[in-house]
Structures are given as C-alpha cells and as structure tokens.
DNA sequence: GTCTAAATACTCGGATACCCGCTGTCCGAGTGGTCCGGG
DNA sequence: CCCGGACCACTCGGACAGCGGGTATCCGAGTATTTAGAC
C-alpha cells in the first residue's frame, strides 16, 4: 500500500481538527509532517477528486474539509488514494494452460479462488467502512488531550 | 498484490487433488495453467520455505503437499508469499514536522491511525485464515464436478 | 477620499524524470535412474 | 544371470537482467490581494 494512504489520513484529521473553515495550503499542511509540499499536493488532488476536500486557488487559498469528519469513512480515504480495485486480481488462469484446455464443465461461474478473496476483501472493506475519521479523532484526544490545540497552534501560528 | 499468489493457490488445489503422493515438478505444474516454469519455481520455494510444500530433487521428482489441504489457510499462502507485514505501514509521520515538534503529549501510545488500519488489517486475515483450501476446493467440486478427473489427466497424462 | 485598474504574489493543477520492487530468465549443484562391463 | 560402478538426464535452488508503478520534482494557469494613479 502506497504511503499516501497514511499523509492523507493525517493531512484529513488535522483539517478536521481545526474550527474555522479558512483553507489551510498544502504547504503548511506539508510541514505539519515533514512530508514533501509537491507530492503532497498530488496525493490531495485524489482527496479533491473523490469530493473528501474542497479546494481554493489563490492566496489564502489551500484545501478544506468538503464533509463533516462523521462521514468520512477509512475506506473513504484508501479507495481515494489507492482506487477501488481489489487487492487480489484474478487474471483466470483456471482457463489457460493444459487444465484450462482439457476443461470440460461449465466456466461461466466466476473462479473459486477469486470468489474466497473477494470475501476476505470484502471483510476488511467493512472493517474500514465502519471506523470514521471521527473516532481514530476521538482516540488521538484520549492518547493526547492536547493534541487538538497542538494543531491549531502548528497551523494557526504559522 | 503480487500474482504469485493467484498461481500458488492453484498450484497448491491442483496438488491437493492428486491421491497419490507422486511429486509434481514444476514444469508440469506451469504447463497446468501455462505460467512461465522458472518463475513459478521461484514462487514454490517460497512455499517449501514456508512449509506448505515439500520438494524432492532428482529425476521424478518435484513438489508434493507437506500438510493435508484442510490444514493449510489461504493466510498461509498470502504470508508465504508476500510477506506478513501488515498492509498498511505506519512511517510514524506524527513525530515529524511541525506538529511532532509541538507535541507534548505522551507518544508512547501506538499511532491511532496504525491502530485503526490494524484492525482492518485483522479482520482481513481472519476472513483468510477462516477459510481452508479445502473449502476452495469443495467450491470448485460444485461448480464443475469433472474438475478433478481433469486435473489428474493434465498431470498424469503427461 | 474614493473608485478603478493594473501589477503582483501566492495558490492549485498537471506534465515531467527517477528509483525500487515485482516480473521474468538463466545457469549451477545435487540426485535418482540407467546403462555398461565384469564376475 | 547378478552385481557394481560410472555416466547421464532431470530436478530444484539461487544468482542475474528488464520493466512498470509509486515517488519525487518542477513549471504553468488562475485568482484574491495590494497598490498606484486618476477623478
């Protein structure tokens, strides 16, 4: 999994930290983590693209939440970055070779091995559906009550 | 996620349908599905490293089952080839920059976004470690009865 | 003082190189089978 | 006919290139601000 996954995840809870809806630029957001300013902005594109961050051109421009954090799910921000495709990719090799050509019964069934992977993905899909960005917020104030006003002060302060 | 995975999970039911405990080499098996031979030996050391398969060198011999099919979870093969580190990996972006700077906090408490993908990551693996080859197995039965007479024409018709 | 308009500085957005890891290939070490010669 | 040994063919195992996607970077299009000038 790319690590654009894990800026994202953090560029959105810091946004979703910050109470005033002024656009923070991915400048700052960049040196919030230390991360390279132009290949974060790349990454918030996506964000954009999936309708997760609204963005403003021009100074005091930057990017804002598009959504309350509530309805941002975990899988929200992977299929953002990483694209909706399954991780496992079934390329039907039951059908080429020797055994695919001797094969007699019916193929019009989708590939057994494809089938049970496709639970498992689907399995950890929901576990990422159901945790919000909201409640890893909700875990980061219980790990560290000062980490929202370290935030503000990280961007406001700039 | 690497296709040597798709080969070894048939690779592997294609073995587990053979009664005998004659070796298969790994040309043969490529043939089954036309996959590049040397490539697919690549993958079934990773196997025999992993203890899923046994090889046996010399003239006849090849690759058998080193456990019987309901033993071995479609986990073991994802981890035998690619790895068990975790999908996602947690570069501890949190301590850097700005705001790893101003923290003050503790930080002795695990990345709560680690945590969170951690807990998909889980649910992932239990849904493979769940489900047994031999339950693949049982699925490919139904979807086409004559599948394993046609496995063992493939292999012992050679 | 106020309005207008141009210059400006700052932002996002997309186009352009770089690099690591999966993909694919090859050759050597080792072993069981086979064949030949001898008893 | 039976046995022993050397040869051989076939196998796995690890070492060697090639390429695609993620990673990183840079420059151009666009806009709110500022500022200077005219009324």
Redesign the pocket.
Same mark, same amino acid.
Request: glycine residues 14%.
């Given at each position: 999994?790319? !690590?654009?996954v894990e800026w994202a995840m953090h560029t959105l809870l810091n946004l979703g930290m910050l109470e005033d809806g002024e656009?923070?630029?991915?400048?700052?957001?960049a040196a919030g983590h230390g991360?390279?300013?132009?290949?974060?902005? !790349?990454?918030?594109?996506l964000l954009? !693209?999936a309708e997760l961050?609204t963005?403003?051109?021009?100074?005091?421009?930057?990017?804002t939440l598009a959504r309350p954090i509530d309805s941002i799910s975990l899988l929200d921000v992977v299929v953002a970055i990483?694209?909706n495709e399954p991780i496992f990719r079934c390329a039907e090799i039951r059908r080429c070779g020797k055994i695919g050509e001797l094969s007699t019964g019916n193929t019009s069934t989708t590939c057994a091995v494809k089938r049970a992977m496709y639970r498992a993905d689907m399995a950890w899909r929901e576990a990422l559906a159901k945790q919000k960005l909201s409640d890893v917020q909700n875990e980061l104030d219980i790990d560290n009550p000062s980490v929202r006003r370290t935030v503000r002060r990280a961007f406001g302060g700039a």
């Open positions: 999994m790319s !690590k654009g656009p923070v630029s991915s400048a700052q957001l991360l390279p300013a132009a290949y974060l902005n !790349k990454q918030l594109q954009v !693209k961050l963005s403003t051109p021009g100074p005091r421009g930057g990017f990483e694209g």
